[in-house]
């Protein structure tokens, strides 16, 4: 898939701190350098749980893990077929990670730099001084310049080209297994990948190094995105609220406007299909800074809807409006009779957002004036505010999520949907239940509800499905 700018990438780092950064010059006062991120390039921090499952993926594939100890690494999701994360560490690109739905499995996808970090026990190989040079520049690894070959190599597996003196200057993937590479004369061995080069240094930190060595940064964010909500606010002569969903882009939002106006009511849309994680949020969030929280409250909604038009799909996404913005349209007429909010919305997450005005009226809820303070902020923006703020976040994030919905959202990933499945066994067990009856009512394919094919109205080619 073709990567899509949507918005100046941001993000550098300063090897006197060994931190990222989103600016050119560190708070320390050292210059910073880029890191060539894959547009979008809304990078996160990976999160202990997601180093843990980094480090997994490569001890399994190579035999040794690729984040150090104490090391900051942050994840930027990149487009594929399902789902690839890009690894940071020590200010470059240490390769990615592939998400598999057929297999359920993930697969790392080195790059060169990932050698000053991992030495790997299997799936390496090692070529002569001779053909270093080309291998560098993207030249394949061919059978006469192969000086050694692991005994776990296969046919299409990721593997790490080294030098004599161990020197990594490649990666790529096996076009044949060890055994067979071994009786070669001549021909391809290992398809070489071409990347953009980066460096990584590598050297501990923490997240409060990070967020002081952004202070200023964070400042100037912080200054503009208040401006933006008071100049809104003095326009605008109705009350005020924050859109609040329990995720982390509501809360920073949040932060800033209770710093520009002093304490709002959140408005939250309860569409019956929240994770019991995203409920605590609201509840902690709600005690932490003393704010009322109206909510929608349409239980049955859903289900009505769900026995008569089928499960909420990509292409056929009628949840959001049922269960979302008409009970809010509701809410505010009922509580206000019009609202101003303000909302957690970014350019960095989507192109239709990136080319959304800063102010708008959903047409689907006419009552509702809503306004991004936080528009032009990446994710990291985000995560290093509500670190400097100690603000009390949802858990899910610590559990590998880098999204906050409806727990089964047809519009995520298989990657998301299986971790989930995993995870959440009870919450995924009861949706199943009903796919499945939906599955048998409508008599459509075995495994329709079970390999993710309800995500797309029409995919299994039958009638019923195309027409629910």
């Known amino acids: 898939m073709r990567p899509s700018y949507l918005g100046k990438i941001l993000l550098r780092w300063c090897d006197t701190c060994h931190v990222p950064v989103l600016s050119r010059l560190c708070s320390c006062g050292s ?18 749980r997601d180093i843990t499952w980094i480090n997994t ?9 690729l984040v150090p100890e104490g090391h900051l690494c942050l994840l930027n ?38 050698g000053v970090l991992i030495r790997p026990k299997k799936r390496y190989v090692v070529v002569d001084d001779g053909a270093a040079p080309f291998i560098r520049e993207g030249a394949s690894v061919l059978a006469p310049g192969l000086l050694e070959i692991d005994d776990a190599v296969k046919e299409g597996d990721e593997v790490l080209i080294f030098t004599r003196d161990r020197v990594c200057i490649g990666a790529g993937r096996a076009k044949v297994p060890a055994e067979i590479a071994r009786t070669m004369e001549k021909g391809q061995v290992i398809r070489v990948r071409k990347n953009i080069p980066s460096q990584i240094i590598p050297s501990p930190a923490t997240w409060e190094d990070a967020v002081s060595s952004n202070s200023k940064v964070l400042k100037q964010v912080e200054e503009d995105s208040v401006g933006f909500v008071r100049e809104v606010k003095e326009r605008t002569p109705l009350p005020a609220t924050v ?4 995720g982390k882009d509501s809360l920073a939002t949040l932060l800033v406007v209770k710093k520009a106006l002093g304490k709002v009511p959140l408005l939250f849309a309860d569409t019956g299909m929240e994770f019991p994680e995203t409920y605590e949020n609201v509840r902690a969030v709600a005690d932490e800074f003393g704010l009322d929280v109206v909510a929608t409250d349409c239980p049955d909604r859903f289900w009505e809807q769900f026995w008569q038009r089928g499960p909420p799909a990509v292409n056929a996404r ?15 007429c009922s509580q206000w009779g019009e609202c101003l909010s303000f909302v957690g ?22 009552s509702q004036l809503c306004a991004a303070p936080i528009h032009n902020w990446t994710a990291l923006h985000v995560w290093l505010y509500i670190m400097r703020e100690h603000a009390p976040y949802n858990q899910l994030y610590e559990q590998g999520l880098d999204r906050i919905g409806c727990f089964m959202c047809p519009a995520s990933d298989l990657a998301l949907i299986h971790r989930i499945e995993s995870d ?5 067990g009861g949706w199943m ?4 009856e939906w599955q048998e009512k409508n008599a459509l394919p075995d495994n329709w509800a079970s390999s993710g094919r309800w995500r797309i109205r029409g995919v299994s080619g039958s009638e019923d499905d195309r027409n629910c």
């Open 31 to 48: 210059e910073t350098r880029e890191v060539p991120l894959t547009p979008p390039g809304d990078a996160r921090p990976a999160f202990s």
């Open 57 to 65: 993926v490569f001890q399994d594939h190579f035999g040794a893990p």
């Open 318 to 332: 009628w949840c959001c409006k049922v269960c979302k913005l008409d009970p809010l349209s509701a809410l505010i």
């Open 424 to 428: 959440h066994p009870d919450l995924w």
């Open 345 to 366: 919305q970014r350019k960095y997450e989507s192109q239709i957002r990136a080319q959304s005005r800063r102010v708008w009226k959903n047409p689907n809820v006419p």
């Open 243 to 246: 859109s609040f969903s329990g």
């Open 433 to 436: 239940t009903h796919l499945t």
């Open 77 to 114: 999701k990149v487009p594929d077929k399902d789902r690839m994360d890009e690894i940071i560490i020590g200010g470059g690109i240490a390769g990615s990670i592939r998400y598999i739905p057929e297999s359920r499995a993930y697969e790392p996808i080195p790059r060169p730099e990932a």
